[in-house]
C-alpha cells in the first residue's frame, strides 16, 4: 500500500514546475517502497490514490532531502585546543612544533579503534541528520596509509548506516604527505596509485576519487597520476582546486570530466569555462572561508555566466570547518558570498546531488527519486537561509519511511 | 532534601578558584530550593551533605545557565522575504517603499495580538533554553506607542515563563521615530519621557530603559532626556551606541552610570576609559556584524587594557540578526572579533550578568546564587567556542530543577 503525504508546500527544486523553487502549493506526495510514485497539487492527485489514509504534513514545506557533498566527518581526536591557542596568540608554526594542524589528526586517526570512528562519526552524522541530510559524501585522507584509509572508508559506511543517511565514500589518500614520507612526495603518490587505491577499490570501499592539489598540497603532475589510476579503475574524481591560489587545478579536474571541483576561491574565467563544458560542478565551502577568514570569495558571477552548477557544503572537518550545520552553510553562502536564497538550497539540492553524481535519485522531488524528503516548519524556502543557527526540520521520509517529531 | 549533582566538571567562571574557567575537575554542587548551597571539588564534599543520593552528572561540564543580555525577541512578522529580495538586488530604497525595513516589524508587532507575540516568542525563547540560556534580557522598541510598548513587555514576562527562562524587560521606546511622528522626532521623545515611560514603569513592567543612539536614531540630546526621564523613575540605563559612527554614546551611556553600551564598534579610549571608570559592559553582538556585514570590529583591546567587562549577545531581531543561537554568537566572537574562547564564554556568562545588573544571583556558579546551569556534553569548555552551528546541552537545572535529556 503506497504512503500519501498532505497539508504540505512542497519545494521540488525541480525546473519543471516553472516556479521559484519549483515550488508547488497544496501539494501531495505519493510514496511507494522507497520512491516518490507521484507528486503535484493536492487537486490533481489521480483518482486511484484517493482512498490511502493521508499523513498529515503539518503545513510543512516538503524540500528533497538534503545533501552535504563534501565532508570529512570521519576522524579521530578533536582540535578545540589548537583553536584555543591560537586565540591566546600562539603562533601557527609553534602549534605545528607541537604536533598540531593536520597531523595531529593523522595520529588520532591512525590510533582511535574502528569502532570509535564509528561513533563519533555517526553522532556528526545524527545531527546532520536533524536538519534533514539524506545523502552524505565521506572523504578518508587522515590514514595517509592502507590500513587506516580502509578503516576510515568502512567507518563512513558503518557510521552512515547508524545514523540511518545515504553515503557516497571519497578516497582523498593524496590529501597530504604522511610524515613517514617527509620530502618523498612522488613515492607516496606512487603508494597512493599503485597499492592503496587499487586495494580499497577492489574492496567496494570507494565511489570516487579526490585529491588537494595546492602550493601546500599535490602538484597538478602528481593530481594527474592520481585520477590516471582513478580511470584506470572506473571511478569518478573530484578535486580540492584552487583554494590558496590559481594552479589550474578547476581546468584539470575538468579535463578528467570531474564531477566537482571544490573550494575554487580562485578559479578564474578558464577553469569556469572547462568546468561548464565538463558538467563539473563548484562546491563552496563557506563553512572553511569563516574559520579562516578567507578573503578571497568563489567567482560567483563566473559561474553564473558560465552555468557551472554551485553546490554548497560543510567540509566537515575539526581544523578548518568544524560544523555539523548544513542549514548554516546557506546562511553564509547568502551572507559571504551573496547567493540568493534560492541558488543556496539548490546547492545542497540539486547541485549537490550533481556533485556526487546522485542525480536524479537524490536531489529533487520527482517521481522516480527516492524518497527522501525533508520536511520544514517555515513559512516560505528563503526563511531557510535568512535564519541563523537555527534547525526547523519537524519531519524526514528516509526511503519511504516518515517520521515527523512530536 | 538538597540535590547534589555528581559525575561533573564545573566551569564556575568564577576567578576565586584561580584556573582558567575557575574550573574545578570531578566537581559535586548541592541545589538547596532555588540556590547552590554548596560547590567544589567532590572530594571536599562536607560530611553532612554525604547521604545525599547523587544525580549522576553523566561526565558532562557544568557551567552557569547562559545569559543573553541583548534581544528585540517579541516582534510580529519576520522578514525572510526582505532578505531574499535584497540578494536579488533590489536595494535598500526600494524595500522601503515597499514597506519593508524596522517600520513593518513596527506595523506587524502592532497588529500583532498579546497571544501571538507570547507564541512567536516562546518559540524563539525555547532555542535559546535549549542551549542552556537561563537568563534573557527582552527589549520593547516595535511598538512605538504606548499600547504596543505595553503589548510587547507583557508578551516578554509571559514568554519567558512560558519558556521556563529569567527575564529582565527592557523599554526601548526611543527605537525610531515612528511614522506619525516623522520629522517631529522631539515631540515623540515627550511622548516617551512624559507618557509611555511613566506609565509603563508605573505599572511594573519595566527593570531598565534604552535608546538607540546613532546618525539615524536619536541624538545624543535626546537620549538625555531619555536617560533622565529613567533617573525620575530610579531606572537603571543601557545604549545602542557608537554602532555606526562614533556619537560619543558609549561616553554618555557611562555619564548615566549605564549597566552597559551595546554595539560599541566605534567607541574610542575615552568611551572605553569612561565606561571603565562607571563600571559599565561593553556588549559585543557578532551576529549583526554578520549579517549587516560589517567591517568595523568592536575595539577589543582598548577594552582588555581597561578592563571594560565585555558580554556577548545574539542582538536577536528580525531584521539585522535573526538568530537564537547564543552558542554560534560564542563561535563569531572568536573569529570576528578575536575574543578567546575563555573570554567570549565569560561574555555569555558573567560579564552578561553584569551587563543585566543581575550578578550575583546569575553568571557564575558560587555558593548562594541561583542554581541555574546549563550541562554540556564536551571535552573543554573551549569546544562550545571551536565548534560551529552545533548545541551539546544535554542538560539544564532551572531555579534548582534538574533534567537531563534522555
Known sequence: MPNLITHISAATMSPSHGSAYGAIHDAAIVIDGERIAWLGPRDQLPAHYHNIEAIDGRGTWALPGLIDCHTHIVYGGMRAGEFEKRLQGVSYEEIARQGGGIRSTVTMTREASLEELIDTAADRLAELRREGVTLVEIKSGYGLNLETERKQLIAAGKAAQRARIDVRRTFLGAHTIPPEYDGRADDYIDLVCNEILPTLAAEGLIDAVDA????????????????????????????????????????????????????????????????????????????????????????????????????????????????????????????FFRLTPEEAINGITTAAAQALGAAPEHGTLTPGALANIAFFKITQPAELAYRIGHNPCVGRCYRGKVEFEE
Chains 1, 2 share one sequence.
Open 212 to 335: 588537494f592539489c595546492e602550493t601546500i598540497g599535490f602538484t597538478p603532475a602528481q593530481t594527474r597520476r592520481v585520477f590516471e589510476a582513478a580511470r584506470i579503475h572506473d571511478l569518478p574524481v573530484k578535486l580540492h582546486a584552487d583554494q590558496i591560489t590559481n594552479s589550474g587545478g578547476a581546468a584539470l579536474a575538468a579535463e578528467f570530466d570531474a564531477l566537482s571541483a571544490d573550494h575554487v576561491e580562485f578559479c578564474d574565467e578558464s577553469g569556469a569555462r572547462a568546468m561548464a563544458a565538463h558538467g563539473t560542478a563548484a562546491v563552496l565551502l563557506p563553512g572553511a572561508f569563516y574559520f579562516l577568514r578567507e578573503n578571497q570569495k568563489p567567482p560567483i558571477d563566473l559561474f553564473r555566466r558560465h552555468k557551472v552548477a554551485m553546490a554548497v557544503s560543510t567540509d566537515s572537518n575539526p581544523g578548518s570547518s568544524p560544523t555539523t550545520s548544513l542549514l548554516l552553510m546557506l546562511s553564509m553562502a547568502c551572507t
